[in-house]
Structure formats: structure tokens, C-alpha cells
T-cell receptor, first 111, second 117 residues
Framework: SQQGEEDPQALSIQEGENATMNCSYKTSINNLQWYRQNSGRGLVHLILIRSNEREKHSGRLRVTLDTSKKSSSLLITASRAADTASYFCAGLNQGAQKLVFGQGTRLTINP | GAVVSQHPSWVICKSGTSVKIECRSL??????MFWYRQFPKQSLMLMATSNEGSKATYEQGVEKDKFLINHASLTLSTLTVTSAHPEDSSFYIC?????????????FGPGTRLLVL
């Protein structure tokens, strides 16, 4: 499978804490994107980091990318109950121009 | 607001029947659309790339005769699951890059849940 891997598969934390999710991928990428999916719904684009970038911020989100290790992390600070969802990383393969999704992390924020 | 819509949002059908799912870009022209399948608690698996005015490109292991894709206009792609069986029950999601065919950012439809009895 060309799919990347994410860890943890499931994460449960208290509201207000920070949540960190990791993603590893196998092929060379142009960029890596993070998406959020609420149960039974479509995906919402959160943030994109290009292969020549190492870190990017957007609101409470912080994404890092290490192309030498083929890995990325998503940090959500000051989590809220509404952040409860599944989070997926997806790498845009060089050449193939296709998104390859990681397995996802199911995040639960407990009030 | 939503930029990609799907219809229907859910469908239940009998085994052996065919089901058509529509994916529409609402305020932009989509020369390329992607179809994914997602089983419960799993990730999205790309099934095929739908290209306006030409044949779809299918991923390895996806039967093109079973999952018929038509992209006849710049705003509409359809996926038809032919002779559906219970193992085809899944969540089907389409997406489109907003600018041309380069996947800078994908806009995803809300998904269609298919249950085959």
C-alpha cells in the first residue's frame, strides 16, 4: 500500500490540552496537507505545507514537515470539544499528482 | 459555503441494482474530479480520476466496468456502481481541485453513504 501511516490511531485528551498527531509517508511529495473529517461527513482542508517548508501555523494549528524522515506532525493547541473529529494527512505525490491519505487519527476532546 | 456537492447523501438499494452518484462543482469549472471510497473507521482510498471529456483513470484493483465514471460537463461527474453487492456498501466521496488539474488544495463533497442489502 502506498498509504502513509498516522499515529496515534486514536487520541483522547481533556479540553484545553494540546493534541499532537504524527504522519509518515512513503513517496516523494510536492506538499503535505491535513484534513479534518467529522463523523460521516466530507473532508475539510485545514492546512498545506510545501516540501520546501519546515513549519507552518494557522490559528491554533501548527504543522511541521521533515522531508528527510518523510514525516509530518499536526499540533492543535488549546483543544476544544468541537475539535473532536478524525484528522488525515495527505501527501501530493510528485509526478502522479494524486493525494495519498494516511490512516487517520481519531481525536476525542473530553469536556 | 460548499463548493462541491454530492447527490444523494445516502442511498439504500437491493443487491444487483445500479446506483448513480453525482458530484457537482458549484461555482467553478472542474476539469478533474477524484472519487474516493471510505470504509468505516478507515482512510480514503482513491478509486479513480475523472477527466472532463475523456476516459477516467482507475487505480489498480478498481474495476472500471463496475464503477462507471462519466464526466460529461465541467461541473458534473457521475459514479455509477453497477450490479451493486453488499461489499460495495461504503462512503463514497468526490473531490476537485479548484484551479485546473493541479491538486494544490482539494475541495471535498459531503459524501454519499451507500448501503446495499
Amino acid at each position: 500500500s502506498q498509504q502513509g501511516e498516522e499515529d496515534p490511531q486514536a487520541l483522547s485528551i481533556q479540553e484545553g490540552e494540546n493534541a499532537t498527531m504524527n504522519c509518515s509517508y512513503k513517496t516523494s511529495i510536492n506538499n503535505l496537507q491535513w484534513y479534518r473529517q467529522n463523523s460521516g461527513r466530507g473532508l475539510v482542508h485545514l492546512i498545506l505545507i510545501r516540501s520546501n517548508e519546515r513549519e507552518k501555523h494557522s490559528g491554533r494549528l501548527r504543522v511541521t514537515l521533515d522531508t528527510s524522515k518523510k514525516s509530518s506532525s499536526l499540533l492543535i493547541t488549546a483543544s476544544r470539544a468541537a475539535d473532536t473529529a478524525s484528522y488525515f494527512c495527505a501527501g501530493l505525490n510528485q509526478g502522479a499528482q494524486k493525494l495519498v491519505f494516511g490512516q487517520g487519527t481519531r481525536l476525542t476532546i473530553n469536556p | 459555503g460548499a463548493v462541491v456537492s454530492q447527490h444523494p447523501s445516502w442511498v439504500i438499494c437491493k443487491s444487483g441494482t445500479s446506483v448513480k452518484i453525482e458530484c457537482r462543482s458549484l461555482d467553478f469549472q472542474a476539469t478533474t474530479m477524484f472519487w474516493y471510497r471510505q470504509f468505516p473507521k478507515q482512510s480514503l482510498m482513491l478509486m479513480a480520476t475523472s477527466n472532463e471529456g475523456s476516459k477516467a483513470t482507475y487505480e489498480q484493483g478498481v474495476e472500471k466496468d463496475k464503477f462507471l465514471i462519466n464526466h460529461a460537463s465541467l461541473t458534473l461527474s457521475t459514479l455509477t456502481v453497477t450490479s451493486a453487492h453488499p461489499e460495495d456498501s461504503s462512503f463514497y466521496i468526490c473531490s476537485s481541485p479548484r484551479w485546473g488539474g493541479v491538486q494544490e488544495t482539494q475541495y471535498f463533497g459531503p459524501g454519499t453513504r451507500l448501503l446495499v442489502l
